[in-house]
Structure formats: structure tokens, C-alpha cells
């Protein structure tokens, strides 16, 4: 039992990393440590003094100086005027009509077509042809598809959606070449936004006239239809006549329980054929046949007053007529509205994409940080070096085992034979 565990002591022992170990291997290799850490600071260090020395342009310059000029540019939503009315018809609690007549449908907004436009092939040909990129840059194979690569890595945009600012800006060793590029491009890009914007608002003018004669038929439709409808009910007010024929009816019922006590007191002490009972009867049997006259309809005047009976249909029927109406009404009046405002689009595109700032030739490099990349690669060559340096440890470890050894070796003659 205690032989076992001895034997896992030793193994325990075997299995653990020890700290001094580690330090004795870099204390060992630390020569090789401080060389390559030392080299790689040196070689760092004179590429850098080497790239302010030599041409930006020249082959072997492989820190140059860069500069980046930028552009800003105001940038705002294509559907503004549509957000704005979509907006009146939620707040008068028709916002679903918003869908109906095409108000506040989703799609591009000025500033991603802006950037659509930016990533596009158009206004990069246009520009590498401009300044002769092919020559510029000595480019003999694909040159337009190489321009357009080199056009893609220096040119950086960026959008503000606070702002609404989207900042163009384009790197380059030469400054006044980059600040040039820069103009070119924003150039381009307002032509070409307001050349496609000005179709877009001519297309919704387009949609937006075809729209307002279709609205202005079922406008004109439900005009009619109401008018003929006042015209065979005789309602002008459906509430008020409707409050008026009830009112009448009861005035009327009130009479004729008042003259049948007045007729039936009359009765103790006159005969019936008593002129004054005679009148009452006819009063009464009058008013009976008004109110039933009320109640029914009156058969020669029949379109002047309404049945009470049919009143809750016709109400209802007067109030899909009246809403009807009412939708078309709101309808028209916004489809008009935002036809006056697409009009003045149409005439005046300059305030959906203007220019801020323009770019200046840049006194001060954008980059690269020389400092900064010396450090880094310092320290990469730092952890580089101990790594090697516990790889070369291992390799002299296994050489000295026995076994190892052997499995070492037969790993080099697998080697060779594959060679040969």
C-alpha cells in the first residue's frame, strides 16, 4: 500500500509544472530572448526612420506618411413629408388610411442611398477615369476592377443618424490628390442623388395624380349617394329630425290620452250625439291616425317623414353614408396636401443633400502611428521569442531521453523518405 502510494506522489510530482523550471528556461535561452526582442526593436525602428527618409511613393516606403480630407454633407430622410402626413392621419385617429393611400411606406432613406451610391461601380469608373488611376498607380492587369478595389480601401464613409451628417472621406500619401478625389466624388454623388431623387418625386407626383382622380370619383360617388339619400328620407340631420319625430309622436299620444279623460268626464252628463262629444271623437280619431301616420310612413308624403319603425335602420344606414363620405373627404385632403408638397420637391431638391464642409488639403498626416506599431511589434517579437525559446528547451529535452529520442528519430527518417 505504501508503494503505491510513493508511486503516486511521483506521479503527481511528474505531472506538476514547477515555476522554477520555467524560470530556468528562460534565464537559459534569455540571450536569445534579449536578441530577438532587441532585433525586432532595431528592425522596427529603421523601417520607420527609413519611411520618413524615402518618397511616400517609393516601393520600399512601407510606413508612409497618409492623409485624409473629408467631406460632410447633410443628409435628410426622402420621406419626411410622408412621415408628416402619416403623422395627421394617426392624430385624427385615421391612421390606418396611412397604407391606404401610400403614406408611410418603408423604403431607402436618403442617407442609405447616398451610401448605395458610394459602394456602386458608377462613381468609381467615373473617378479612376478622371484621374488616371491606371497610369497613377501602374496598373496592367483588370484595370477597372483593380481601381475599383483601390478606390474601396481609401474611401471611408460614415453617417451621424443624430445629425443626419454623413462624412466622406479618402486616404492617400498625397494630400492635395486625396482632397481632389474627395470633391470628385462628392461631386458626383450630389449629381447623381438629385438626379435620382428628382425621379423619385416625379414618380410620386405621378402616383399621387393618378391617386387624387381616382379619390376624387369615389368622393364625387359618395356625394351623390348621400344627397339622393337626403333627398328620398327628407333628412338633413338624422340626430335632430330623428329626436323632433319622436317628440312629436309623444306630444301627440299625450294629447290623446288628455281629450279621451276630457271625452270620457263628458260623457257623465251629455248624450253622444252631444256636438261637443262628437268633436272630441273626431279630434281624437285624427290625432290616432297622425300618430299611426307618424309610426308607418305617411302614404302621400312618404319621402318628407320617416317611419318610426324604419328610423334605427335608416340612421344606420345614414351614418355609413355620412362616414363614407367623411373617409373620402380626409383621404382627398391629404393625398392633395402631400401633392402640393411633392410639387415643391420637384422644384427645389437642394434641401434633401447639402454640402457642410468641404474638404481641405490636410496639413497634419492622418497616420500611421509609427510609435504605436514599433511598440506592438516589439512585444509580439518579445512573446515570439519565448515561445521559440520553450520549443527549443523541449527539442533538447526529448534528445536527451532515451525514448523520446527514438520516436524523434523515427520521425526524421519518415521525413526523409518522403523526400526522396
Known amino acids: 500500500m505504501k508503494r503505491i502510494e510513493d508511486d503516486r506522489d511521483y506521479i503527481a510530482e511528474e505531472d506538476t509544472i514547477s515555476l522554477l523550471d520555467l524560470l530556468s528556461v528562460l534565464v537559459k535561452r534569455r540571450w536569445l530572448i534579449i536578441g530577438m526582442t532587441l532585433f525586432a526593436a532595431a528592425f522596427i525602428l529603421g523601417i520607420s526612420v527609413l519611411s520618413l527618409k524615402l518618397p511616400a511613393n517609393s516601393r520600399w516606403n512601407f510606413l508612409p506618411n497618409y492623409y485624409k480630407p473629408e467631406v460632410q454633407v447633410l443628409v435628410k430622410g426622402a420621406s419626411e413629408g410622408s412621415s408628416a402626413i402619416s403623422q395627421m392621419l394617426s392624430s385624427s385617429n385615421l391612421g390606418s388610411l396611412a397604407g391606404l393611400i401610400g403614406v408611410g411606406a418603408g423604403g431607402s432613406s436618403s442617407a442609405e442611398l447616398a451610401q448605395a451610391l458610394l459602394k456602386g461601380n458608377t462613381i468609381k469608373d467615373q473617378v479612376a477615369e478622371k484621374f488616371n488611376f491606371r497610369e497613377r498607380y501602374n496598373i496592367t492587369e483588370h484595370p477597372r476592377t483593380t481601381a475599383r478595389k483601390k478606390i474601396t480601401a481609401s474611401l471611408d464613409v460614415e453617417f451621424d443618424s443624430k445629425s443626419s451628417i454623413l462624412t466622406i472621406s479618402y486616404k492617400d500619401t498625397d494630400p492635395e490628390f486625396a482632397t481632389r478625389v474627395v470633391n470628385r466624388i462628392v461631386e458626383l454623388l450630389e449629381k447623381r442623388f438629385k438626379d435620382l431623387t428628382l425621379e423619385k418625386v416625379r414618380m410620386k407626383k405621378q402616383f399621387l395624380e393618378e391617386r387624387l382622380k381616382d379619390v376624387e370619383k369615389e368622393l364625387k360617388k359618395a356625394q351623390d349617394n348621400l344627397v339622393a339619400f337626403q333627398k328620398k328620407y327628407g333628412i338633413v340631420d338624422i340626430t335632430t329630425q330623428a329626436e323632433q319625430h319622436i317628440k312629436m309622436v309623444a306630444d301627440l299620444t299625450s294629447q290623446v290620452y288628455s281629450k279621451e279623460i276630457q271625452l270620457q268626464t263628458l260623457k257623465?252628463?251629455?248624450?253622444?250625439?252631444?256636438?261637443?262629444?262628437?268633436?272630441?271623437?273626431?279630434?281624437?280619431?285624427?290625432?290616432?291616425?297622425?300618430?299611426?301616420?307618424?309610426?308607418?310612413?305617411?302614404?302621400?308624403?312618404?319621402?318628407?317623414?320617416?317611419?318610426?319603425?324604419?328610423?334605427?335602420?335608416?340612421?344606420?344606414?345614414?351614418?355609413?353614408?355620412?362616414?363614407?363620405?367623411?373617409?373620402?373627404?380626409?383621404?382627398?385632403?391629404?393625398?392633395?396636401?402631400?401633392?402640393?408638397?411633392?410639387?415643391?420637391?420637384?422644384?427645389?431638391?437642394?434641401?434633401?443633400?447639402?454640402?457642410?464642409?468641404?474638404?481641405?488639403?490636410?496639413?497634419?498626416?492622418?497616420?500611421?502611428?509609427?510609435?504605436?506599431?514599433?511598440i506592438i511589434f516589439t512585444i509580439t517579437a518579445f512573446f515570439i521569442s519565448i515561445f521559440i525559446a520553450f520549443i527549443l528547451e523541449y527539442f533538447d529535452r526529448v534528445e536527451k531521453d532515451p525514448v523520446e529520442s527514438v520516436k524523434l528519430e523515427e520521425i526524421k527518417n519518415m521525413l526523409r523518405l518522403r523526400k526522396r
Open 268 to 374: 257623465e252628463y251629455l248624450g253622444d250625439n252631444n256636438p261637443q262629444i262628437i268633436r272630441l271623437k273626431n279630434e281624437i280619431d285624427k290625432t290616432n291616425q297622425l300618430i299611426s301616420e307618424l309610426k308607418q310612413g305617411f302614404k302621400e308624403f312618404s319621402g318628407e317623414t320617416i317611419p318610426q319603425e324604419m328610423l334605427p335602420a335608416v340612421s344606420a344606414q345614414f351614418l355609413n353614408l355620412k362616414r363614407d363620405l367623411t373617409i373620402q373627404e380626409t383621404i382627398y385632403s391629404m393625398l392633395r396636401q402631400q401633392y402640393e408638397t411633392t410639387k415643391i420637391e420637384e422644384t427645389d431638391t437642394s434641401q434633401t443633400f447639402q454640402i457642410i464642409e468641404k474638404a481641405e488639403v490636410p496639413e497634419v498626416k492622418a497616420g500611421p502611428s509609427r510609435s504605436k506599431i514599433s
